[in-house]
């Protein structure tokens, strides 16, 4: 693989977690909207939404065997204009069945899209030797800040779901189409003479369960500030509503921001210490919003758990990568599926807690979960795996 050809795959593989963070956004912050527009109730809604990262789960596990008979460039080729499609099919119905078919397939796509595209990542950054995964990542948060800017447009001027989001999929389904010429992978590693991991090894669930754990623990922390933070400003500080839409905005572009210098920090200091810092200020961060006296002080907490939670997905991808390097597309896909079980539990979690206890109290399981990966830093870095800074490797390619 030559230098120019890593470049543009990695710059594709770039492209396809924005257009992916575009996609997801807009679902997510026009639930009130796709509610009314279906007529689902309240009682019904809960299960739509489980069932989007339950399907996700089935096609991560899919992918992972079906990797085994096409390259996962060709499972994201597909899986992404199928999710966009999908989208907008949820746009489009009016029936409450054909949204349920429209939310099926985006999960069934999603979880494929999701796995393939960090398979594609970890291969990437295996070829380059050194660590690039979370500018992906942060390529996936930036469009999330696109994506639900223009959901708050669609909103703020009343405009129909269809026609909020037909405009979006007409540019970028041709630009995902274009840019998946050059997926690309790197070079797959030398054999290792038998080493647990290596080429073709099978990938043991007791040796990659510390990084499922850390994958769920991340995304219980995430969930909960996606689906509680406003709530927890405006009822338990005492927000107005308008500010109480501020912390998740600043929770994002801090999560783009710490992505964005990540990597820096990875080849710097290592992986292993990245997570550390990561999960002590995330911790800390659930910390101070559990006992802020009001909503500044609440925001502070937030703006902490973006910088902390956002380094810890992506190197957990990466440590699963370097794990089993014989058969890495099958761990992330493993891996993945965690994603969606973080979702899934830490939204009602929090939600059980905050109404049986107090939601101050809630704060502090996430942040006693997020503290449990520094039992599991070590699984981040072995050794000879560690990226940059006085612990390269040698480099397979030297590219920019």
């Known amino acids: 693989m030559t230098d120019a050809g890593l470049r543009h795959g990695r710059a594709s593989l770039g492209?396809?977690?924005?257009?992916?963070?575009?996609?997801?956004?807009?679902?997510?912050?026009?639930?009130?909207?796709?509610?009314?527009?279906?007529?689902?109730?309240?009682?019904l809604l809960p299960?739509?939404?489980?069932?989007?990262?339950?399907?996700?789960?089935?096609?991560?596990?899919?992918?992972?065997?079906?990797?085994?008979?096409?390259?996962?460039?060709?499972?994201?080729?597909?899986?992404?204009?199928?999710?966009?499609?999908?989208?907008?099919?949820?746009?489009?119905?009016?029936?409450?069945?054909?949204?349920?078919?429209?939310?099926?397939?985006?999960?069934?796509?999603?979880?494929?899209?999701?796995?393939?595209?960090?398979?594609?990542?970890?291969?990437?950054?295996?070829?380059?030797?050194?660590?690039?995964?979370?500018?992906?990542?942060?390529?996936?948060?930036?469009?999330?800040?696109?994506?639900?800017?223009?959901?708050?447009?669609?909103?703020?001027?009343?405009?129909?779901?269809?026609?909020?989001?037909?405009?979006?999929?007409?540019?970028?389904?041709?630009?995902?189409?274009?840019?998946?010429?050059w997926y690309t992978e790197g070079k797959a590693p030398e054999p290792s003479g038998g080493v647990p991991g290596g080429p073709g090894g099978a990938v043991s669930f007791k040796l990659l369960l510390p990084l499922?754990?850390?994958?769920?623990?991340?995304?219980?922390?995430?969930?909960?500030?996606?689906?509680?933070?406003?709530?927890?400003?405006?009822?338990?500080?005492?927000?107005?509503?308008?500010?109480a839409t501020v912390p998740y905005n600043l929770y994002m572009v801090t999560t783009l921001l710490g992505r964005a210098v990540g990597d820096l920090g990875v080849r710097r200091f290592g992986a292993v210490a990245v997570v550390r810092g990561g999960s002590l200020l995330a911790a800390g961060g659930f910390a101070v919003v559990a006992v802020a006296p009001g909503a500044w002080v609440g925001m502070l907490g937030f703006t902490m758990l973006g910088l902390g939670l956002c380094v810890i997905v992506p190197q957990t991808f990466a440590a699963a990568g370097r794990m089993f390097p014989g058969n890495s597309d099958e761990a992330v896909a493993r891996i993945n599926i965690f994603n969606y079980v973080g979702f899934?539990?830490?939204?009602?979690?929090?939600?059980?807690?905050?109404?049986?206890?107090?939601?101050?109290?809630?704060?502090?399981?996430?942040?006693?979960?997020?503290?449990?990966?520094?039992?599991?830093?070590?699984?981040?870095?072995?050794e000879p795996a560690r990226y940059g800074g006085g612990h390269e490797r040698p480099h397979t390619a030297d590219v920019g």
């Open 344 to 382: 899934l539990v830490g939204s009602p979690l929090v939600g059980v807690l905050g109404d049986a206890w107090s939601y101050r109290g809630a704060m502090l399981v996430p942040m006693v979960l997020v503290l449990v990966t520094l039992v599991y830093a070590r699984s981040f870095g072995p």
């Open 47 to 181: 299960a739509f939404l489980a069932a989007v990262p339950v399907l996700a789960g089935v096609g991560s596990v899919a992918t992972g065997k079906l990797v085994a008979l096409v390259r996962p460039g060709a499972v994201l080729r597909w899986a992404q204009p199928l999710v966009l499609l999908a989208l907008l099919g949820v746009g489009a119905g009016r029936e409450v069945w054909q949204v349920a078919v429209a939310l099926g397939v985006f999960g069934l796509a999603v979880g494929a899209l999701d796995a393939s595209m960090n398979m594609l990542g970890v291969s990437l950054q295996r070829a380059y030797g050194r660590s690039i995964m979370l500018g992906f990542h942060a390529a996936f948060s930036l469009g999330g800040i696109v994506g639900a800017s223009l959901a708050w447009v669609g909103a703020r001027w009343d405009l129909p779901l269809l026609v909020s989001y037909l405009p979006v999929v007409a540019v970028l389904l041709p630009a995902a189409l274009v840019g998946s010429r």
């Open 212 to 243: 499922c754990l850390v994958m769920g623990f991340a995304y219980i922390g995430d969930s909960t500030v996606s689906n509680w933070s406003a709530k927890y400003l405006q009822d338990v500080l005492g927000s107005s509503e308008q500010l």
């Open 15 to 43: 492209l396809s977690f924005g257009v992916q963070g575009v996609a997801f956004a807009l679902l997510v912050t026009r639930i009130p909207a796709i509610q009314d527009q279906y007529g689902i109730s309240d009682g």
